[in-house]
């Protein structure tokens, strides 16, 4: 069985960083794809960035140049270095095992998902 664990959310200042992180069990990272999606208050939920087996990385046009997608050695975590946060950043922010468009809620249906961190922005 496939558990994603999502952590790393919280309050934080406009300009601020946070780090997420997902630890990944039950999953063979060698064949796939780790990807972060958020989801805001009203909005559909959009793909932040993904990581793929093959060291490819691809971000949003929102988030390109202040947030980084990495993993670790063991290849069962995987992390999303978030820098100059926005208010617009705020959002649910949850990992998975797939790369989706197009979805209107998160987590969707077909994937793996973790339960979702809530990153909170101030201004």
């Known amino acids: 069985v496939v558990q994603l664990v999502e952590s790393g959310g919280g309050p934080v200042q406009a300009g601020g960083s946070l780090r997420l992180s997902c630890i990944a069990s039950?999953?063979?990272?060698?064949?796939?794809?780790l990807a972060w999606y958020l989801q805001a208050p009203g909005k559909e939920c959009e793909l932040v960035s993904a990581?793929?087996?093959?060291?490819?990385?691809n971000y949003g046009d929102s988030v390109k140049g202040r947030f980084t997608i990495s993993q670790n050695n063991d290849k069962n975590t995987v992390f999303l270095q978030m820098s100059s946060l926005e208010p617009g950043d705020t959002a649910v922010y949850y990992c998975a095992t797939i790369i989706l468009a197009g979805i209107q809620s998160c987590p969707a249906r077909l994937g793996d998902w973790g339960q979702g961190t809530q990153v909170t922005v101030s201004s």
């Open positions: 990581l793929t087996t093959h060291g490819s990385t």
């Open positions: 039950g999953f063979t990272f060698d064949y796939s794809v």
